[in-house]
């Protein structure tokens, strides 16, 4: 029994060094889903993907981040688009247009050259929603989809101060 253990172990560990070192097991350490890794949403060249793939602000709340293009050879833009707007479809309007109309986003930042970054600011929608933000360029990619929610925090009351204790003259 004392073998079998040792070589279930022993496989284990091979599988995790084999992943790690062939880099198919990635750390998702980067991607943030709780607000904006230190104020910046970066898209590089390797992962060719937002490193803030997902973030949480409340109604109204004014939303601010550096948005850096490390990109070699494109130039991009950040979309806010509107509630049920489809990313990839606005991808390919722009791939084929040349521009994305205003009927599609709430925001739209200016070009951010290849190596270059830019503040954006606006502020969150008032609807309660899952908003798209995308990265567009001259050509569609589809990694560069990344998701707003836009919720009100839930206040969770302090143990022995729910409204029902608090009603209890008992208490």
């Excluded at 070192?21 to 350490?29: A, E, I, P």
């Excluded at 050879?73 to 722009?94: A, C, N, S, W």
């Excluded at 994305?100 to 954006?120: A, N, R, T, W």
Aim: charged letters at 30%; aromatic letters at 10%; a negative charge.
């Amino acid at each position: 029994m004392k073998v079998l253990k040792n070589s279930v172990f022993l496989s284990a560990l091979i599988c995790l060094a084999f992943g790690f070192l062939s880099g198919c097991w990635k750390s998702k350490s980067r991607k943030n889903t709780n607000g904006l890794a230190g104020g910046k949403i970066k898209v590089s060249q390797n992962d060719m993907a937002f490193s803030v793939e997902e973030f949480k602000k409340e109604p109204g709340e004014e939303v601010t981040f550096d948005f850096i293009n490390d990109l070699e050879d494109e130039k991009l833009r950040f979309y806010l688009l509107k509630d049920g707007e489809d990313p990839v479809v606005v991808q390919h309007i722009k791939a084929q247009q040349g521009g994305v109309p205003k009927e599609y986003f709430l925001y739209e930042s200016l070009d951010v050259e290849p190596g270059q970054e830019i503040k954006v600011t606006f502020k969150a929608p008032l609807k309660e929603g899952v908003y798209s933000f995308v990265g567009v360029g001259r050509t569609p990619r589809e990694s560069l989809v990344g998701r707003l929610v836009v919720a009100k925090k839930v206040e969770v009351p302090a143990k022995g101060n729910t409204e029902e204790e608090l009603a209890d003259d008992s208490i």
